[in-house]
């Protein structure tokens, strides 16, 4: 190949096209415009085809999602040697689009859509604890713990539940082909699109193909064109999709001081015990039992402005029936709550002097009121706007 030429030069015979030649001494080609064409034609459509073929590699499985494991590995033992080459630390990772990532883009994403890490690390080495995902293989967890260090692959420990070696120190060939494809489909799930911010239909009409997408994934913002956006048929009429939704807690503020008291120790140690090893079960049971020993006090407390709010925040068929448990109505105060109702639905001069008790007090205190009944997205306050929009609209149309 060294000593290989191609030689380029445009035709001097007063036509288009150019003429192609292998040394000095060796035939020359000549192409004219239709030729030229051809050509051009055959190189885009061979770059489209290598282009859609990396693109195929480069994106997730539709028929695997990552979860969040809750069982610490106690079993499992770390198996990144397996994927370990001369030179490679990680042959498997660096085989993925993730190795131009950075560990602030991997934090902000792993936040976004699996919510705060919750696998233990050192507090001194690392930047936060981790999280821990499933893969295809249920023999093998991979854990996330960005570190600021050097190798973005470090970021990254496959754990496998048995011994990666079959005899005499040798690697098992069927297993390290076996791990090295779930791993990847774990490393590749993390190119699935969570969105960082909502966005209106005006919005979209108005994105053209330069503008930044409202998503992205572990390697950063994603653009309005990337295929990522789009679905995958798995079926006659069928899609997959990629895109993941956002972890609940997003936007859910922690006070301050909360994570670093004895008394958030001591909280975590006894709602697990009691919920058996499972901390969301005995959550959930010191929630409802501490509801239900104090609702009684805290709604003998409040004002009937603030009942009939927190009643009418309670979506009907939702959870209004357990609101309505914990209140513990009486039959005169459901009477005189469906006449209300009825009231506000006509739009008369009782609806207007109803709204008018709801002062800034009554709505704070519903909203209080709400906390304590175990309901804190009530939003009494967007409650109250919507019944004064439609009191407003119902005087206009009487005026009509």
Not at 124 to 141: N, T, Y
Not at 330 to 344: G, H, K, N, T, Y
Not at 359 to 375: M, P, Q, W
Not at 378 to 392: D, G, H, I, M
């Amino acid at each position: 190949m060294a000593n290989f030429e191609v030689r380029v030069r445009v035709r001097d015979d007063g036509t288009t096209g150019v003429t192609i030649g292998q040394g000095a001494d060796d035939p020359e080609y000549c192409l004219d415009a239709e030729a030229l064409a051809d050509l051009a034609d055959g190189i885009r459509a061979a770059q489209r085809k290598l282009l859609n073929r990396k693109l195929a590699d480069d994106l997730p499985n539709v028929d695997f999602m990552a979860k969040l494991v809750a069982e610490p590995p106690y079993n499992f033992t770390s198996c990144r040697k397996l994927f370990a080459a001369p030179e490679v630390d990680d042959t498997v990772f660096a085989s993925t689009p993730l190795a131009s990532m950075n560990w602030m883009t991997l934090f902000a994403y792993m936040h976004r859509r699996f919510g705060p890490p919750y696998v233990q690390t050192s507090g001194h080495q690392d930047i936060s604890a981790g999280w821990r995902l499933s893969s295809p293989e249920p023999d093998l967890v991979v854990d996330i713990v960005p570190c600021a260090g050097e190798g973005i692959e470090n970021c990254f420990e496959p754990y496998f539940d048995g011994t990666i070696e079959k005899e005499e120190g040798k690697p098992d060939t069927a297993l390290h082909g076996r791990l090295s494809k779930a791993y990847r489909a774990v490393l590749m799930d993390l190119l699935r699109p969570v969105g960082i911010r909502e966005h209106s239909f005006i919005e979209d009409l108005l994105q053209t193909e330069s503008d930044p997408e409202h998503s992205m994934n572990a390697l950063g913002p994603l653009w309005n064109q990337s295929r990522l956006h789009e679905g995958q048929e798995v079926g006659e009429g069928q899609f997959a999709y990629y895109q993941v939704a956002h972890h609940p807690s997003c936007g859910v503020a922690t006070p301050i001081g909360l994570l670093d008291s004895d008394e958030w120790r001591k909280f975590i140690s006894f709602i697990t015990t009691l919920g058996e090893d499972d901390a969301l079960k005995g959550l959930d049971i010191a929630c409802n039992h501490a509801i239900e020993k104090t609702a009684q006090h805290h709604v003998r407390k409040a004002s009937w402005p603030v009942l009939r709010l927190v009643l009418l925040s309670a979506r009907p068929g939702g959870f209004q029936e357990d609101i309505k448990r914990l209140l513990a109505l009486s039959p005169a105060d459901e009477a005189i709550f469906q006449d209300d109702l009825l009231q506000l639905g006509i739009g008369n001069q009782k609806a207007q002097s109803i709204l008018e008790e709801f002062t800034r007090d009554v709505i704070d205190e519903a909203e209080k009121l709400g906390n304590l009944l175990g309901y804190p997205r009530l939003y009494p306050r967007w409650t109250v706007r919507n019944l004064e929009n439609k009191q407003w609209l119902l005087e206009r149309l009487k005026q009509t």
